[in-house]
């Protein structure tokens, strides 16, 4: 089975940062694409940033966090990371990785999702 396990949600003040992690681990042959996503209250899941695991590593962002937040890959650990800086009230949600997994080679990718973390900014 594949996990991803994210990490470092919290309360953080207007202004603030916060560094997200997502680690998959298990019966994994590849990974081609990982991605962080939101859901805040009473809103629907909306793409955050996503990230090629493949080559050079093409990132995309959602206009609303262009500029502030960087998603960044270490291949050696199938680990993503989210640097969230001048965080605003708006952006708090629970927080979700995503990934596009291969378990054998050139087998179909399966989505998996971790569990989400939480992200509360206080004005």
């Known amino acids: 089975q594949v996990q991803l396990v994210e990490s470092g949600g919290g309360l953080v003040q207007a202004g603030g940062s916060l560094r997200l992690s997502c680690a998959a681990s298990?019966?994994?042959?590849?990974?081609?694409?990982m991605g962080w996503y939101r859901q805040g209250p009473g809103k629907q899941r909306e793409l955050v940033a996503f990230?090629?695991?493949?080559?050079?590593?093409?990132?995309n962002y959602a206009d609303s966090v262009k500029g502030r937040f960087t998603i960044s890959r270490d291949d050696a650990k199938n680990t993503v990371y989210l640097q969230m800086n001048s965080l605003k009230p708006e952006d708090t949600a629970v927080y979700y990785c995503?990934?596009?997994?291969?378990?054998?080679?050139?087998?179909?990718?399966?989505?998996?999702w971790g569990q989400g973390t939480q992200v509360t900014v206080s004005s």
């Open positions: 990230i090629s695991m493949i080559g050079s590593g093409s990132t």
């Open positions: 995503n990934g596009n997994v291969k378990l054998r080679v050139g087998g179909p990718n399966y989505s998996y």
């Open positions: 298990g019966s994994i042959s590849s990974i081609d694409l």
